[in-house]
């Protein structure tokens, strides 16, 4: 019977040259494993160049609505009120009649100064026949001196007294047409504040107020620091004359009102309790004919866009190149052997989907829009041209 002994040397160099080539395979499968992560091919990112573009310069502002007329319609001549012609808060146009002043006194009284106009007309008549008359008989010294020296006063007396009755009737034909009072302006009626029946005096009582609607002014502060802005674009020569800086309003539903304004008023100090100056537009204010509406109030808020200016030579880059960390806004730049660079860059305003970029950047230079997550700085990329989004437009 053989041992165990004597039975194990009869195995051992199969057993080894199995496990010898069990080695040989996991270290080549290992190798190729090696390999493949030593060389992983280059991510895939699409890039933009920097471009330059004349582009303008825009601030944003919170502006107020405010009418350029708001009147007080007061009364010229005391009286009871007959009639009242308008319906509160609605649109009326110049000349419409508002109200109606019981005007029979005052008819009464140009009657009756007619009436005396016509008394001393004839009463003068009168007088320069007799003053012809006399001045010939003291021609021929048939009249004394004194008498004819008296018809001539009585004729200048009567003279002057119907010069005082013609003013007299004109002002009483003023206070009659007082009696009927019209809108100055086209604009919306406010409530009446007294009815008809009540006693008004002149000068006094206010029986309503009229808003003029169109056009209206938009106002907004620019603080200090927009000001010294402004003034170095002016040095700049990027400033617009003040006649042709344009102003753009949202609406509440965010949407940019149909018409542009117009600056027509900047004020040159500023508000030492807000730091501010004061600048003032004038804008159209669209009214919907269907319905007879504005589509801007008095006293609401207002975004305000001013467009102040233009950079003939602005640098854009797309805005989803832009990326924000701690240490600040950033870019990834594409080299011309395809290396990534991080770039740190000096942002400006947004313009039709793009950033405006004032340092960190060059024209002409590609930076990585798509595909940002994938890289790292010193990467080698495999770099595609960016398509622009046309249908989204930012504008800033």
Request: proline share 6%; glycine share 6%.
């Amino acid at each position: 019977m053989q041992t165990t002994s004597q039975i194990r040397p009869k195995f051992r160099p199969w057993i080894l040259a199995a496990l010898g080539l069990i080695l040989l395979f996991m270290l080549a499968c290992d190798g190729k494993a090696k390999k493949q992560a030593v060389k992983p091919a280059p991510p895939d990112v699409q890039v933009a160049e920097v471009i330059q573009a004349k582009v303008p310069i825009v601030m944003e502002f919170s502006g107020t609505i405010q009418a350029i007329k708001t009147v007080d319609i007061v009364p010229r001549v005391s009286g009871y009120i007959d009639e009242r012609h308008f319906e509160e808060g609605t649109f009326v146009k110049k000349d419409d009649p508002l109200y109606l002043i019981d005007p029979r006194p005052y008819k009464a009284k140009l009657d009756a100064l007619e009436a005396q106009l016509k008394l001393d007309q004839a009463g003068l008549a009168f007088w320069q026949k007799e003053t012809k008359r006399y001045t010939k008989l003291v021609k021929q010294g048939a009249a004394s001196k004194e008498k004819t020296e008296g018809t001539i006063a009585k004729r200048d007396e009567l003279l002057a007294t119907v010069t005082k009755d013609k003013a007299d009737i004109e002002n009483a034909q003023l206070d009659l047409s007082f009696t009927n009072i019209t809108a100055p302006f086209d604009g919306r009626i406010q409530q009446t504040r007294i009815n008809v029946g009540n006693l008004v005096q002149q000068q006094r009582d206010v029986l309503t107020t009229l808003v003029q609607m169109d056009p209206v002014y938009v106002v907004f502060n620019i603080s200090r620091r927009n000001v010294f802005e402004v003034q170095l674009l002016k040095r700049q020569g990027k400033l617009f004359e003040t006649a042709d800086m344009r102003i753009e309003i949202r609406l509440p539903d965010g949407s940019v009102y149909s018409q542009q304004g117009k600056v027509n008023f900047i004020s040159f100090q500023i508000d030492p309790t807000t730091d501010t100056v004061l600048v003032r537009g004038i804008i159209a204010n669209k009214k919907d004919q269907g319905i007879g509406d504005f589509d801007l109030i008095p006293g609401q808020y207002a975004p305000v866009r001013l467009i102040l200016g233009e950079d003939p030579a602005a640098l854009l880059i797309p805005q989803p190149a832009l990326l924000e960390s701690q240490i600040g806004k950033q870019v990834f730049v594409v080299s011309q052997d395809n290396k990534v660079e991080s770039r740190r860059v000096e942002v400006g305003r947004g313009y039709q989907g793009q950033w405006v970029i004032k340092k960190g950047l060059k024209k002409g230079e590609k930076v990585i829009v798509e595909g940002t997550q994938k890289v790292r700085p010193g990467v080698v990329v495999d770099a595609k041209p960016y398509p622009p989004k046309k249908d989204k437009k930012i504008q800033g």
